[in-house]
């Protein structure tokens, strides 16, 4: 099992920045594919971005290209999402989510979820 636990949301304004991060158990954190996803009220879970076992590889949602930037550091077994620019419309629970080891980049699904953590943009 890999357990996730994402930390830094909160309440920030318009404009600001934030920067999200989730934290992984085990050993095989390194052999993951990762992902950020979003729900925000009254709508459905969508894809925010994404990155690759080894973090050459990285894909965005067109809502946030250019404005959000997903990374990793393998030694600390943390993936980070660097929010910018903020707008109202990016309120939203934030979730990390990680593939099973081995899975292929393009592979849609993830496996391992956490509980989210909740950011909230004012205008």
């Known amino acids: 099992q890999v357990q996730l636990v994402e930390s830094g949301g909160g309440l920030v304004q318009a404009g600001g920045s934030l920067r999200l991060s989730c934290a992984a158990s085990?050993?095989?954190?390194?052999?993951?594919?990762m992902g950020w996803f979003r729900q925000a009220p009254g709508k459905e879970r969508e894809f925010v971005a994404k990155?690759?076992?080894?973090?050459?590889?990285?894909d965005y949602a067109n809502s946030v290209k250019g404005q959000f930037t997903i990374s990793r550091d393998n030694t600390k077994n943390t993936v980070y999402l660097q929010m910018n620019g903020l707008k109202p419309e990016d309120t939203a629970v934030y979730y990390c989510a990680a593939q099973r080891g081995g899975s292929s980049y393009l592979r849609s699904e993830f496996d391992y979820w956490g509980q989210g953590t909740q950011v909230t943009v004012s205008s």
């Open positions: 990155i690759n076992w080894s973090g050459i590889r990285t």
């Open positions: 085990g050993r095989t954190f390194s052999s993951n594919n």
